[in-house]
Antibody
Framework: QVQLVQSGAEVKRPGASVTVSCTAS????????IYWVRRAPGQGLEWLGL????????TYAQNFQGRVTMTRDTSTTTGFMELSRLTSEDTAVYYC?????????????????WGQGTTVTVSS | ETVMTQSPLSLPVTPGEPASISCRSS???????????VDWYLQKPGQSPQLLIY???SRASGVPDRFSGSGSGTDFTLKISRVEAEDVGVYYC?????????FGRGTNLDIK
């Protein structure tokens, strides 16, 4: 079945980096974008960015420019999100989701499949 | 960035009654192709978010037809015709036209 499986929970010190992986199965990996979203405790959802899995081109939210790096490995159908210079404000559950179609396309279909979430805790 | 203003932030509803959530954007989300790039998501307690509506009014696969989305330009609405107990959670609107893509603050729907 179609699914996205994310890597396990992480605990990091302030200033460190974390990488979350998102492995896709059950569909053509390069036919969908991968978006990354997070939800901090007591907060709402926040969009971090996306990666075009066909070209490997990322697009980042301005708030995370310079701190986030999104990549993908088509051989393992896996997307990666690395966040550096962590602070306590980065403590959150991080999600990946697939999106078919791009903005401006009539085929845009929303984030229709989500990973199970990865809890990242930043604490000294 | 495009600000998405959701209301209400809290919505207690009696089962079987209708519910409505409003989302207003600070910029038009109507693309030149005629589509409005607005999604609605529900995050149930302890679960990942799930897609309800995309392109403002298209219901996602498997979503019950009691959910509907409407609106154009800057004003959008999610309606639930008859709320069921399983509908509890936080509802978010999201715009995917202008970078960075942005969510509303969320509406916490619970059962009276």
């Amino acid at each position: 079945q179609v699914q996205l499986v994310q890597s396990g929970a992480e605990v990091k010190r302030p200033g460190a980096s974390v990488t979350v992986s998102c492995t896709a199965s059950g569909y053509s990996f390069t036919s969908y974008y991968i978006y990354w979203v997070r939800r901090a405790p007591g907060q709402g959802l926040e969009w971090l960015g996306l990666i075009n899995t066909k070209s490997g081109t990322p697009t980042y939210a301005q708030n995370f420019q310079g701190r986030v790096t999104m990549t993908r490995d088509t051989s393992t159908t896996t997307g990666f999100m690395e966040l550096s210079r962590l602070t306590s404000e980065d403590t959150a559950v991080y999600y990946c989701a697939r999106v078919g179609g791009y903005t401006g396309s009539e085929y845009y279909g929303g984030m229709d499949v989500w990973g199970q979430g990865t809890t990242v805790t930043v604490s000294s | 960035e495009t600000v998405m203003t959701q209301s209400p932030l809290s919505l207690p509803v009696t089962p079987g009654e209708p519910a409505s959530i409003s989302c207003r954007s600070s910029q038009s989300l109507l693309h030149g192709n005629g589509y409005n790039y607005v999604d609605w998501y529900l995050q149930k307690p302890g679960q990942s978010p799930q897609l309800l509506i995309y392109l403002a009014s298209s219901r996602a696969s498997g979503v019950p037809d009691r959910f509907s989305g409407s609106g154009s330009g800057t004003d959008f609405t999610l309606k639930i015709s008859r709320v069921e107990a399983e509908d509890v959670g936080v509802y978010y609107c999201m715009q995917v036209l202008q970078l960075p893509y942005t969510f509303g603050r969320g509406t916490n729907l619970d059962i009276k």
